[in-house]
T-cell receptor
Framework: GAVVSQHPSRVICKSGTSVKIECRSLDFQATTMFWYRQFPKQSLMLMATSNEGSKATYEQGVEKDKFLINHASLTLSTLTVTSAHPEDSSFYIC????????????FGPGTRLLVL | GQNIDQPTEMTATEGAIVQINCTYQTSGFNGLFWYQQHAGEAPTFLSYNVLDGLEEKGRFSSFLSRSKGYSYLLLKELQMKDSASYLCAVMDSNYQLIWGAGTKLIIKP
């Protein structure tokens, strides 16, 4: 099956700093990657959809200047949380969809961010 | 608006069978997914239904009725490791996934 990795798996940072999270599709090319955020005991919330070589599409209420997304290649997308604050502490999960296959998204293992 | 409904929590006994229901109202339909999510981990794919009927995959089966906007996930021979949240998600006409809040399944010995 398709494998998606995320790095780091866990990060603790001080308020005001920036954190970069990487999402990689290891054995397939992902033309589309998705970034989700999940607060404890809540469902996944889509933050943005990232297409290789173009600007990400952000969901309503998600600040694009705060959550910078770059999808520079068919196997790598990055999410940078700029000037992080304690309320940004959450579980961030990426997923990838392979080429023209519309059906299945494959999820990375997630990154747990704690902002002090 | 778009809406996915599933029970918040269910409890079942090890070795038994449990059915988790999901009803949906979305703008268009391009398939329904079930994912399993253990606490602190990312979701893992279980099943995909786009046509009416039952899809069986080992101990897990998923059913879809598009006319009723209804699906269920059936888990047989429950094991303790099946304790997890089960997420129902529908792909709408824009190929975006609309997520349910998840059903927390508690398995008791």
């Amino acid at each position: 099956g398709a494998v998606v990795s995320q790095h780091p798996s866990r990060v603790i940072c001080k308020s005001g700093t920036s954190v970069k999270i990487e999402c990689r599709s290891l054995d397939f090319q992902a033309t589309t990657m998705f970034w989700y955020r999940q607060f404890p005991k809540q469902s996944l919330m889509l933050m943005a959809t990232s297409n290789e070589g173009s600007k990400a599409t952000y969901e309503q209420g998600v600040e694009k200047d705060k959550f910078l997304i770059n999808h520079a290649s068919l196997t790598l997308s990055t999410l940078t949380v700029t000037s992080a604050h304690p309320e940004d502490s959450s579980f961030y999960i990426c997923s990838a969809r392979a080429g023209e296959i519309q059906e299945t998204q494959y999820f990375g293992p997630g990154t747990r961010l704690l902002v002090l | 608006g778009q809406n996915i409904d599933q029970p918040t929590e269910m409890t079942a006994t090890e070795g038994a069978i449990v059915q988790i229901n999901c009803t949906y109202q979305t703008s268009g339909f391009n398939g329904l997914f079930w994912y399993q999510q253990h606490a602190g981990e990312a979701p893992t794919f279980l099943s995909y239904n786009v046509l009416d009927g039952l899809e069986e995959k080992g101990r897990f089966s998923s059913f879809l009725s598009r006319s009723k906007g209804y699906s269920y996930l059936l888990l047989k021979e429950l094991q303790m490791k099946d304790s997890a949240s089960y997420l129902c998600a529908v792909m709408d006409s824009n190929y975006q996934l609309i997520w349910g809040a998840g059903t927390k399944l508690i398995i008791k010995p």
